[in-house]
């Protein structure tokens, strides 16, 4: 017996005249054998392989222990064709809202800001009156041309490399996660009725993450560095029309999530980085608390 037979369902190795005959279908006549087990296959059973033919049975084994491609951080590797679709996504997110503004005008812009507490109108509202939405949609409201011009150019810049390098759920949880990082920052610090917008923080986040990747993967660093530091010094240049607070919250936390899903141990991978992401979530949703308790 063929020692990769194993527990395989067996015909009879020959016919009446002497003649092998498939393992399958025992009354037919065959010279064909199975490239990887060497059982005789007629021409109904066998399968075409790089080198001569295979059994169902062995193709199905062979399906089982091929290992999809992975990235770096686990995700799951995609052919350039099908790259970027979250980037994508999401740069048309910000210009949906961004048209919406332009159409609607300071009506969208009023309900979506970071703000922490004021009067608008008639009515107080804020992410302390409980409007929690707002620390997610500030970060794809923007007023001005050259604000979202540079934030989706910079978005368009480092996304797909990090996308392709994390995979698309990983590069998402990263960008969320500097998002809401950078307003909770800005919340916690700003004048209560300071109001903030534009996707610097997650887009800081971003810088932040390509460093951690690069890093990872020994690549040349010092370009993407120097253009982070300029864009520091422009940031803490311009802190009356710039909210310095989002940009850093949002760098810290895109380290420290990028960290989480890079450097996780390849044994335990999903876990850890699934405990990684929850635990900063858990701290920007204490953030987010505490500026409340002090509010209101």
Known sequence: ?????????????????????????????????????????????????????????????????????????????????????????????????????????????????LIGRALVGNHVVGVAEGDWYRLLT?????????????????LWMLGPALESALGRTRFLAVYLLSLLGGTATSYLLAAQNQGSLGASGAVFGLFGAAIVVGRRMRYDLRPLIALLVINLVITFLNTSRIDWRAHVGGLVVGVISAIVMVHAPRAHRVVVQVAGVLVIAAAIVATVLVRTSQLT
């Open 1 to 113: 017996m063929n020692p990769l037979d194993g527990d395989r369902p067996a015909g009879p190795a020959e016919g009446p005249a002497g003649s092998p005959t498939c393992y399958r279908h025992p009354g037919r006549e065959t010279h064909i054998r199975c490239a990887r087990c060497e059982r005789p296959v007629c021409s109904e059973c066998m399968v075409s392989a790089s080198v001569g033919f295979q059994c169902p049975e062995c193709v199905r084994d062979g399906r089982r222990t091929v290992r999809q491609a992975r990235t770096i951080a686990g995700g799951s590797v995609r052919s350039p064709q099908k790259s970027a679709i979250v980037t994508k996504v999401l740069i048309g997110l910000n210009l949906a809202v961004f048209l919406l503004v332009l159409v609607v005008g300071d009506k969208v812009v009023d309900k979506l800001m």
């Open 138 to 154: 500030a970060g794809f409201l923007h007023q001005e041309v050259w604000h979202i011009a540079f934030n989706m150019w910079a």
